[in-house]
């Protein structure tokens, strides 16, 4: 029996040639059958990757950066049928979850989903007023999410996208960015204070490669928390090159843990989080790790 392979694709993106070439080389794989979808809007990915699910696809992969890969994830979590193998072509501006698998080889991304091998992997489910969503790679609470909520804005304003639009919306954060005084509560530990921000991570790395919690690992069953409380945006710039590197970044306000689930209990003010590069809520939100959620397609690109 064939097996079904579905790409969805980020249709608001230009689809780069060689993510294209891919597409019509897999449909040449003996024992595969290749179904292309577009998306149309927001959130489409979700509704798409739903419904082939519970069709019976067996290969769901998502064609686009970060933000595309949580709508797909998000449409297999909410499907009757999860029994899927997810995989990611990397064609977004950011592609910081794929970019923590190894450096893309299309001839291996090709080997790897003939021989459908796949690895499970955790999912962030992020639950604010008793409505759920998930995040593939990380939530960011505070600025990372008043970057996102900026960048939402530019992108329906002005149409602005990429890495220009990426750039300019942290430009402006830093001159409108207040941190709020909040509540933060994981079994025994406990943060009341001001927060610059707080990262709840399945994966490493978000922000174009900067590796906000260096340890996070996104098969070991625990979230990976970076909190920075009262810590200045110089002193978080300062520490930038260090996070690009793989460092913890060193500093008395900065606190690294693990966790199976994390509390944002309180604030004095409106918060936003992002998942993998969405906005997806505000306020008060809790975080737990779901552990083996997901199928991943197991590409080794690391015998390049």
Known sequence: ME??????????????ESMRDVMDRAALLEGITVEIKYTEESKHATVIAREMANS???????????????EVIN??????????????????????????????????????????QSREIDLCEITQNGNKTHAL???????????????????????MKGKFSYATAIA?????YTKPTVRIVSGEFSYEGKMLLLAVCNGSTFGHGLQIQPGALFDDGLLSIALFGKVSLIDYVR????????IYAEHPEVTYFSTKEVEVQKTDRVIFCEADGELVGQGV????VVPSAIQL?????TRN
């Open 3 to 16: 097996r079904h392979v579905v790409f969805i694709v980020n249709g608001s993106r230009r689809l780069n």
């Open 56 to 70: 019976g696809s067996e290969f769901i992969i998502a064609v686009g950066g970060d933000g595309t890969c949580n």
């Open 75 to 116: 449409g297999i979590m909410s499907a009757s049928n999860r029994n899927v193998v997810f995989g990611i072509l990397p064609n977004g501006t950011g592609n910081d979850f794929h970019r923590m698998l190894g450096n893309y080889d299309s001839d291996i991304f090709l080997e790897g989903l003939q021989n459908g």
């Open 137 to 159: 790679n990380i939530a960011g609470i505070g600025f990372d999410g008043h970057v996102i909520k900026l960048l939402t804005r530019q992108r329906k304003k002005w149409n």
């Open 172 to 176: 402006r954060a830093f001159f409108s």
């Open 239 to 246: 520490n930038l090159s260090k996070l690009k590197k793989g």
């Open 285 to 288: 939100l809790t975080f737990r």
């Open 297 to 301: 397609l197991d590409v080794n690109y």
